[in-house]
């Protein structure tokens, strides 16, 4: 290799290099925001399901009327360099069972699911600030109840934990009934029993399913970071070799230099 294509060869590297550690940086901030905001929301659904104890405590309300088929909202990568991050939320999902609608979100996981011959009922991109997640999960929860009708909604999505993207499923709607709770007596309500309830629970759908959003957003940005920091180590080790051949390459000039001025002057002797 001559001297100019190594010289170009280690700038190129080093440029790669800043890029990769710039989308380091911006994946950690993103993951680091989010992080802050599922505290947020998780205090907003625990409100939700006090008020839910509370205010319907001594009231008989009957369970939501579920009359339309089922959704599996999965929450896959948005953009590229996650590793098998998109792969292992699908191999989680699994066979879907008859009459579910698959509703998926994330440009990439989606062309991955594609090329599987998973077809989804909706997909949608990932935003990419996390402050935009609670309207998307309005956008979601609008394309879920489209018809007008209610029906069972679950979420598959990824937890980043101890350095890695672990799966978890969780049924959202209808709220599961909680248990161990003590007995409240009857609150005063200014709105039917049954209002009230359908009010509550679809404020909570909206919650959980902001913190799942949150929560698979900071998984793709970990898994981001996770993969650029493996794609840092192995520039570093490259150049560290190019760098390595172009000082033993100036070295081998110098003493090549050298030798010539000796035999030079050897001969003018």
């Known amino acids: 290799m001559s001297d100019s294509d190594l010289s170009a060869r280690i700038d190129g590297i080093r440029q790669l290099g800043s890029v990769v550690r710039a989308m380091t940086g911006i994946a950690g901030a993103r993951a680091r925001t989010a992080r802050t905001q599922i505290a947020a929301v998780d205090g907003y659904a625990a409100t939700l399901e006090a008020a839910l104890e509370q205010g319907l405590a001594g009231v008989e309300s009957e369970a939501p009327g579920l009359t339309a088929r089922p959704v599996l909202v999965v929450f896959c990568a948005e953009q590229g360099f996650v ?39 909706w997909s949608a991109a990932m935003p990419s600030r996390s402050a935009s997640l609670p309207k998307f999960a309005d956008n979601v929860l609008e394309a879920v ?74 998984a793709e940005n970990e898994a981001r970071m996770a993969s650029m920091s493996t794609a840092s180590r192995q520039i570093e080790d490259e150049l560290g070799v190019l760098e390595a051949l172009a000082r033993r390459q100036r070295q081998e ?17």
């Open 83 to 121: 590793g098998g991050f998109s792969e292992r939320v699908l191999d989680a999902v699994g066979a879907i069972p008859k009459g579910t609608d698959l509703f998926l979100i994330g440009s990439r996981g989606a062309a991955i699911a594609a090329s599987r011959g998973m077809m989804p009922a």
């Open 145 to 218: 109840f489209a018809d007008g009708n209610l029906r069972p909604v679950a979420v598959l999505h990824a937890i980043w934990t101890r350095g890695l993207a672990v799966v978890e499923r969780s049924d959202l709607f209808p709220l599961p009934p909680a248990e161990g709770t003590r007995a409240q007596s009857a609150p005063l309500i200014n709105l039917a029993a049954a209002d009230l309830a359908a009010a509550l629970r679809l404020d909570h759908l909206h919650a959980v399913l902001t913190r799942a959003a949150l929560h698979a957003f900071v």
């Open 253 to 269: 000039a110098i003493t090549a230099e050298i030798i010539e001025i000796a035999a030079g002057a050897m001969a003018g002797r």
